[in-house]
């Protein structure tokens, strides 16, 4: 069996095909025509290793080879493994103090049905026009956390495969079920529709909840046990009027007239915490 270090094939030109397939899906924060996706750091490869998520390629600096025999014991004896030198590494990630470690893996795919046969488990969370990658990350991490039946990411949101986005999840983003487009430019154009989410879900039986800093049921009269979808929108705008007339229910979370709004993804985290909190009162009694 090859060591570490002797598994590792040393590249110098940026024209390598792995080379290329990285830089692109780092580029676009989006997988490649290969189903590849970009992902760097140390813990974040570490909980990609966890959730089982298949690698294509891993890259190593040069200066950080020393990591190899962390990580590729963990990592499958034909998974193709890079060293780069340092400035190559740093002109491919997006990160400005990099880890040295990156990889090309294959997140796993889920359509609307599986996550609807996990409604048992909790609320489908739906996101819609959230732009801000930590806020998407956030509540990603909340919705495994509380134990959410998975997400669905709406037109005009970003790209779960956002560097910032990975990060902020903490790993959640690997293994909570997402159904989502994917969209190239800023406009998002190829994420999921919003109508047609919610065409399928009423007709599925799901009750569908809205949430709103200000006016609606408080958050603490909402019945949340039951299969339910719940929709958060833009950090700003919110959501759409077209989106708000489908809605079952607005939910509303009390808070001092001094603060406006929440942060998308607070308020995100104190509903399926609640939603959360209930079932498991619920299966008590």
């Known amino acids: 069996m090859l060591s570490a270090q002797q598994r590792l094939r040393r590249v110098e030109g940026r024209h390598n095909p792995l080379v290329k397939q990285l830089r692109l899906a780092f580029s676009r924060a989006e997988p490649t025509e290969s189903g590849d996706c970009a992902i760097e750091g140390l813990r974040i490869l570490e909980e990609a290793i966890r959730s089982g998520l298949r690698f294509s390629a ?7 080879q020393d990591r190899a025999e962390r990580l590729l014991p963990q990592i499958g004896a034909q998974v193709e493994t890079l060293l780069l030198p340092d400035k190559l590494f740093d002109s491919l990630v997006p990160s400005e103090s990099p880890q040295g470690v ?28 959230l732009q801000d990658p930590g806020n998407l ?22 790209s779960p495969f956002n560097s910032k986005v990975i990060r902020a999840s903490a790993g959640s983003v690997f293994r909570l ?12 154009s190829g994420r999921v529709k919003l109508e047609e989410i919610s065409q399928k ?21 909402t019945d949340l046990k039951a299969a339910a979808a719940i929709f958060f929108g833009n950090e700003g705008a919110g959501l759409s009027r077209e989106v708000m007339a489908k809605m079952d229910e607005t ?25 959360a909190r209930q079932r498991k009162n619920a299966l008590s009694c």
Do not use: C, W
């Open 58 to 64: 891993v890259f190593f600096r040069e200066s950080a």
């Open 251 to 275: 939910i509303a979370i009390p808070h001092t007239t001094q603060v406006e709004s929440l942060n998308a993804g607070v308020a995100a985290s104190i509903v399926l915490y609640e939603a």
């Open 102 to 129: 990156a990889a090309l893996v294959r997140f796993k795919q889920f359509s609307l049905d599986d996550l609807v046969e996990r409604l048992h488990v909790g609320p489908i969370v739906v996101i819609a026009g």
């Open 177 to 188: 079920p997402m159904v989502h487009g994917q969209a190239h430019g800023p406009a998002n």
């Open 201 to 221: 879900l009423r007709a599925q039986g799901v009750r569908q909840f809205a949430t709103s800093s200000h006016k609606g049921t408080p958050l603490d009269q």
């Open 137 to 158: 990350g956030t509540i990603l991490r909340s919705a495994e956390a509380f134990g959410s039946a998975g997400a669905v990411l709406g037109e005009g949101t970003v």
